[in-house]
Structures are given as structure tokens and as C-alpha cells.
């Protein structure tokens, strides 16, 4: 018994598959069904048929509105987020520049004048207060 050279090679296949050497193929996805035409049906009448279709037009066109709506809502309650977030760091920003401005003038003052609430003069840091 022979084998032919393409039953040797789907054996082969299996082969590395059953191994983890290979990824198994994916199945193919079939399109959608389009609507069928009039003709298709003689039975039926034009009328009728063409009602069908508009119906079923309308259904895809409603389904892909509100797709489309739920797409555009997230995308703008991402762009929110993303400004609210932005809008936070820029007040944390300018709330760290006042802070390190106001260090920055309280421990150039002379010594005699620091207050005594500053957390961060060396008394208060060592203790000694």
C-alpha cells in the first residue's frame, strides 16, 4: 500500500498539531446570508417578498444605528475620562508647584523668622521640638 504524497502530508500535519508544533487550521466562517431574491420563490408574491426584504432591511439598519450609537457613547466617555484624568493632573501639577514655591520662600527666610509649624525644619525632623 502507497501512500499518495498528500495523505503523507495531512499525516504529518496531525502529526505536529498532536505535538503543539503546529496550530490547527480555523475553520472557515461562511458570510452572512444575503437576501435572497424575488425570483428565488415564485410562490410567493412580489409584494409579500418585498415586504420581507424591506423588513429585513430596516432590522439591519435599526441594529447597526444602535451599534454605531453604543460605539460613539463609549468613545465619549473614554474622551471624558481621558480629560477629567488630564484636567487632575494638571491640578496636581500646579498644586505641587505652590507647594515646592512656598518651601522654596519659607526656607529662605532667616531662621529666627520659620514658622513653627514648618514640618520641615531640622528641629521638627530630629525631634527636638
Given at each position: 500500500?502507497?501512500?499518495?504524497?498528500?495523505?503523507?502530508?495531512?499525516?504529518?500535519?496531525?502529526?505536529?498539531?498532536?505535538?503543539?508544533?503546529?496550530?490547527?487550521?480555523?475553520?472557515?466562517?461562511?458570510p452572512p446570508k444575503p437576501i435572497r431574491l424575488a425570483?428565488?420563490?415564485p410562490s410567493v408574491p412580489l409584494?409579500?417578498?418585498e415586504e420581507r426584504i424591506k423588513e429585513k432591511v430596516d432590522k439591519?439598519?435599526?441594529d447597526h444605528d444602535r451599534e454605531m450609537k453604543a460605539l460613539r457613547e463609549q468613545e465619549e466617555n473614554r474622551a471624558q475620562e481621558w480629560r477629567k484624568q488630564r484636567a487632575r493632573e494638571r491640578l496636581t501639577a500646579e498644586l505641587q508647584y505652590r507647594l515646592d514655591l512656598a518651601r522654596y520662600i519659607q526656607g529662605s527666610l532667616e531662621p529666627g523668622i520659620?514658622?513653627?509649624?514648618?514640618?520641615?525644619?531640622?528641629?521638627?525632623?530630629?525631634?527636638?521640638?
Open positions: 500500500m502507497t501512500k499518495t504524497l498528500e495523505q503523507e502530508q495531512a499525516e504529518f500535519k496531525e502529526l505536529l498539531i498532536e505535538r503543539g508544533l503546529l496550530k490547527p487550521d480555523r475553520p472557515k466562517v461562511l425570483t428565488v420563490n409584494r409579500v417578498q439591519y439598519k435599526t520659620q514658622s513653627d509649624y514648618n514640618p520641615f525644619t531640622r528641629r521638627r525632623m530630629w525631634g527636638e521640638d
